[in-house]
């Protein structure tokens, strides 16, 4: 699909998957014209050569709108580096809650221990009755 309007005396195009249904040929010549092209133009592709002439490419997702500045090597590129840096992210948190839960365990064991000890003393009568109801 394609659509060119004006706005404020300024050229826009936008064009919706424009290589579909496009032998090689044209393919090649839609990539020449609109290199050559000194407007505006909004493309949804998933053509990546084609994204590789733009400047910017903007990724909709369910976070909503996110620009990267540059063509589409480039984002991919972006994109696998802010890939990486949650797989950290994720692995340090899961390191942080195995740690938080050992500690956890730990210190149940410990008062687990301290209540039977003070158990075992009581029952024994090793100690003043006072201070066991204190």
């Known amino acids: 699909m394609f659509l060119?309007?004006?706005y404020r005396n300024w050229y826009y195009i936008i064009?919706?998957?424009p290589t579909n249904n496009l032998?090689?040929?044209s393919r090649k010549l839609l990539y020449?014209?609109?290199d050559s092209l000194k407007i505006g133009m909004l493309v949804i592709s998933h053509d990546r050569k084609l994204l590789n002439l733009m400047d910017q490419i903007i990724e909709l997702s369910t976070?909503?709108?996110?620009?990267?500045?540059?063509?589409?090597d480039y984002y991919y590129e972006q994109k696998q580096i802010e890939q990486d840096a949650k797989k950290r992210q994720l692995a340090d948190a899961q390191k942080f809650l195995k740690k938080t839960k050992?500690?956890?365990?730990?210190?149940?064991?410990?008062?687990?221990?301290r209540v039977?000890?003070?158990?075992?003393?009581?029952?024994?009568?090793?100690?003043?009755?006072?201070?066991y109801d204190a």
Do not use: H, P, V
């Not at 039977?116 to 003043?128: C, E, F, I, L, V």
């Open 4 to 6: 060119l309007f004006i």
């Open 15 to 17: 064009l919706d998957e």
């Open 23 to 25: 032998d090689i040929e």
């Open 32 to 34: 020449k014209t609109l």
């Open 63 to 72: 976070l909503g709108l996110k620009t990267y500045g540059g063509n589409y």
């Open 102 to 113: 050992k500690e956890t365990q730990k210190k149940k064991e410990l008062y687990q221990k």
């Open 116 to 131: 039977s000890r003070g158990k075992k003393n009581r029952a024994s009568g090793s100690q003043t009755k006072m201070f």
